[in-house]
């Protein structure tokens, strides 16, 4: 279908953070020229001069980064094609393909208020295309400065095939007029600038989100206007919250961008798998869920994503975040979380040795979401637990409850004189600790005998395997943290 390569583009608009949608986008372009060795170019489509910001580039850069999308040309920055825009909007005035606009915004809502009045869609009428050198004249000595727009042809409706959406037609009076490319003060506007570099850049195949399908009927005409080859389009379906809101930063905060996902330490690898399987799968023979961008582009085709809407579900994104930590061994989650800085809260991790500490994420790991919850208490995957004791004034009401019952301060005090002869901890040695302690009790295994045990080491009834957990304690911690809670139950 390319017979000159494939060569493709992402051209985000650094008015904002790199949104979840975006990075969807790219790496479907991704993908894509993975699989048939194409060129992937990124360009900035900074020409918005009030919204654009430096900050911003610097996230989309660093957002492509961690998800590992790389390109080959790049990044382009639309602001820096001034010039050749100027140019085509001369040539298209040449050839009375576009013209001079002179309408106020007053006029401009006039119309739309009579169109409205007569149920008509709302738009520019088009009345200023075939102005007079006279009446042009006229416009100026009053001091108005033209906008130019490009004159959309005369058809009924303007069709491509999609490479996703198969055959798509747009009514051509659905696009609101005859396009302004050029504003007042000569800045070129998307429809035109986006169509002059995909031409400048080569590019012959065009995926974007779906909520382009007008712009790109506005953007045919330019083609043709110039005698330009067309690309090919490719449409993809948006990602939706589950009330089937469109994500974005204004409403859904910072789900939508992914620096959000980078300072919270999710797995890129996950963000990925779960991007990519919100609208493609595996082929039947081979249909795995969890994989990694480099296992997806060998199979990856564009007439293979769906149609449908992307709903963004939070429990899938844990499940896939889940799975790619298991997927990684506990060497990686310690270098990643210390490279990272999620280790900060739990400093005394230092106190274990380098095995101990694999250990401990091997312990935890499993249960991991985000790297940020090897720090965060509230979190079932917490390192806390290894730090430092619990604060025992602020125990969760399930927690408080366990200590009240009349076995805790049995258990817990039989437990502490079996700590005064036992020997250092082994995972044996812990174990024939809880069995004696069974037997001193006379409480059977189970929430009696357990939970007491947990909230006196870590402040909570649930946790981690607890013969592991005890283990890597070790006896002197687990004997400080017994003594302080028979202290506590004393009060
Ligand atoms: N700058 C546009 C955006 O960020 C690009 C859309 C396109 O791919 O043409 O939405």
Not at 38 to 58: A, Q
Request: charge should be neutral; charged fraction near 25%; glycine fraction near 4%.
């Amino acid at each position: 279908m390319f017979e000159s390569g494939l060569r493709l583009r992402i051209p985000p608009s650094p008015t904002g953070s790199l949104h979840l949608g975006t990075a969807r986008t790219a790496l479907y372009n991704w993908l894509l020229a993975k699989r048939f060795k194409g060129v992937f170019v990124f360009r900035l489509e900074d020409t918005d001069r009030e919204r654009s910001k430096s900050e911003f580039v610097t996230d989309i850069i660093e957002g492509f980064k961690w998800l590992g999308i790389d390109w080959n040309e790049g990044p382009l920055r639309q602001s820096e094609h001034k010039a050749r825009h100027q140019m085509v909007v001369n040539q298209l005035l040449d050839k009375s393909l576009a013209y001079e606009c002179f309408c106020s915004s007053e006029e401009l809502e006039q119309i739309r208020i009579a169109q409205r009045a007569l149920n008509k869609v709302e738009g520019y009428d088009n009345r200023h295309r075939n102005l007079t050198k006279e009446q042009k004249e006229a416009f100026r000595a009053e001091g108005r400065k033209p906008v130019i727009r490009f004159k959309l042809p005369n058809k009924a409706e303007i069709a491509w095939t999609d490479l996703v959406r198969g055959k798509m037609s747009v009514n051509a009076s659905d696009l609101g007029g005859d396009p302004v490319i050029a504003k007042e003060n000569g800045d070129v506007l998307y429809n035109f600038a986006v169509v002059v570099d995909d031409h400048d850049s080569a590019i012959n195949c065009v995926i974007r989100g779906e909520d382009h399908l007008h712009n790109t009927a506005k953007q045919i005409p330019i083609y043709e206007a110039m005698e330009w080859e067309i690309p090919k389009f490719a449409h993809v379906p948006l990602i939706l919250t589950a009330n089937r809101e469109k994500l974005s930063k204004r409403k859904h905060g910072d789900i939508a961008s992914i620096s959000n996902y980078i300072k919270a330490g999710y797995l890129p690898e996950a963000i990925n798998n779960y991007l990519i399987a919100m609208s493609w799968q595996f082929p039947s023979d081979n249909n795995k869920e969890v994989f990694t961008k480099e296992e997806a582009f060998k199979y990856f085709d564009l007439k293979d994503l769906s149609k449908s809407a992307a709903i963004y579900d939070p429990l899938k994104l844990n499940w896939f975040c889940k799975e790619h930590f298991q997927r990684l061994s506990a060497e990686e989650v310690l270098a990643r979380a210390k490279a990272g800085g999620f280790l900060e809260l739990s400093n005394n991790l230092e106190e274990y040795s380098k095995e101990e500490q694999l250990q401990i994420i091997s312990l935890m790991k499993d249960g991991l979401i985000k790297l940020s919850d090897l720090s965060n208490p509230a979190s079932a995957a917490s390192l806390l637990v290894f730090c430092q004791a619990p604060n025992l004034q602020d125990l969760n009401q399930e927690a408080k409850n366990c200590l009240q019952e009349p076995e805790a301060k049995l258990v817990l005090s039989e437990l502490n004189n079996l700590l005064e002869t036992s020997p250092d901890f082994s995972p044996e040695i812990v174990q024939k600790l809880l069995i004696n302690l069974a037997e001193k009790t006379g409480l059977k295994k189970g929430k009696k005998l357990f939970w007491p045990i947990r909230v006196a080491v870590s402040g909570n009834v649930h946790g981690a395997d607890l013969v592991s957990l005890l283990n890597i304690l070790n006896k002197n911690r687990l004997q400080e943290r017994v003594k302080a809670t028979l202290q506590y139950l004393e009060i």
